[in-house]
């Protein structure tokens, strides 16, 4: 990756201890998935998933409304796309962290979600193992990039 910034995908004990609840809106249109990261998000006392939203602007008026911490957001969304949805949620909510959670495996889209304002990329496929280091890491500001899709340079 070569970005100082990075966090390699490692380790789950490379996810950082937070000192207070982080507050999480999670987008995906497909609820089994979302019960899937609600099951690894919930085993995590620092962590607390405030919302869920199936589509991209109903995710955006969540994010502003709610104001979270951290967005775990999917590209592939009804209404808006998950990169157009990044963009607005960067005007609506300035401080929340952006971290795509998606299927997509193009590098070119995933420098898209970076220039939208993501802060962390990863694939779906990859989750089991990078989602808490991923979260982790753009809770502490810093730049996250799935192992599959190591090559994208982050922005």
């Known amino acids: 990756m070569g970005d100082d910034t990075s966090v390699p995908a490692t380790s ?3 996810w ?3 000192n207070h609840l982080t507050r999480i809106v999670l987008v995906d249109d497909f609820e089994p998935w979302r019960a899937y990261v609600r099951s690894v998000v919930d085993d995590h006392p620092t962590f607390e998933i405030m919302a869920e939203a199936s589509d991209g602007m109903e995710a955006v008026r969540r994010v502003e409304e709610l104001q979270p911490d951290l ?5 592939g969304l009804p209404s808006i796309d998950g990169i157009a949805a990044a963009r607005l949620m960067r005007r609506v909510a300035p401080d929340a962290k952006i971290l795509f ?3 997509n495996r193009h590098s070119d889209i995933a420098e898209a979600a970076f220039q939208a304002g993501g802060h962390g990329y990863v694939v779906k496929s990859d989750s089991a193992h990078d989602l808490l280091i991923a979260m982790g890491a753009v809770l502490k ?3 996250f ?3 599959t899709l190591e090559a994208v340079p982050i922005f």
């Open 145 to 147: 990039v799935s192992r």
């Open 101 to 103: 959670l998606t299927e």
């Open 16 to 18: 950082i201890s937070v």
């Open 12 to 14: 789950h004990r490379a």
């Open 141 to 143: 500001g810093e730049k």
């Open 71 to 75: 967005v775990l957001l999917d590209i």
